[in-house]
């Protein structure tokens, strides 16, 4: 990796977590929910003052975590029993439970709360999970998918295939893959701006990891 695209690279990093200041994340009351995958609960940190603040028990192999915008709700991927739970934040208990097709990997969640998507990595596909009535409404077929990812759209989920070597958009209005990017590799954690025209993409053994869109 050159030198100009590590500076790139740590200034969009940079611009996500330098507005959030001490006094803004107080005010805010921002928390963090980390997923302990080799147990099964997840940390509650609280970001003003660096502290773990509580831990939410949710299955054996906790995977990953997203919570709702309004942080009202989170939603966790286990992977011992192939589910995605659904957290109330406030009382910290689960009120759902979805069965899903096989090991669940990192979701995400609409703005809305709407719509959740699971990657299922050993089940080559990805489940749409419509959060509101707590049951998968689509399964769309995908090469070891990894990671889901969503930057603000209700229409538009992002998801990796790792053996596919690219990452895909689901169109969620129409039920269907609109857009496969060849990113050159095995995706792993990849990042989108916020216009959605650059993608950020980790790759082992590689070291140009930005794409166009």
Do not use: W
Request: proline letters at 5%.
């Amino acid at each position: 990796m050159t030198q100009q695209r590590r500076a790139l690279l740590l200034e969009v990093f940079c611009i996500c977590i330098l507005p959030l200041g001490a006094e803004d994340l107080a005010a805010h009351d921002f928390k963090l929910y980390v997923a302990n995958s080799r147990g099964d609960s997840i940390s509650v940190i609280d970001m003003a003052s660096m502290k773990v603040i509580g831990e939410i028990k949710a299955g054996g192999h906790v995977h990953g975590v997203c919570v709702q915008p309004d942080g009202k709700k989170l939603f966790a991927t286990i992977e011992s029993d192939h589910t995605l739970r659904t957290i109330n934040t406030v009382t910290q208990q689960t009120f759902g439970t979805v069965k899903l097709a096989g090991k669940p990997n990192q979701c995400a969640v609409t703005p809305d709360g709407k719509y959740v998507a699971v990657p299922i990595r050993d089940g080559d596909q990805v489940q749409i999970v419509d959060a509101r009535q707590q049951k998968v409404v689509k399964s769309l077929p995908l090469q070891e998918p990894h990671n889901a990812l969503n930057i603000g759209s209700n229409r538009y989920m992002f998801v990796s295939a790792m053996s596919g070597h690219e990452v895909d958009i689901i169109d969620l209005q129409k039920m269907e893959y609109s857009a496969h990017i060849p990113v050159g590799g095995r995706p792993r954690p990849y990042v989108v701006n916020s216009a959605g025209n650059t993608m950020y993409v980790a790759r082992p053994n590689f070291t140009d990891s930005q794409s166009s869109i």
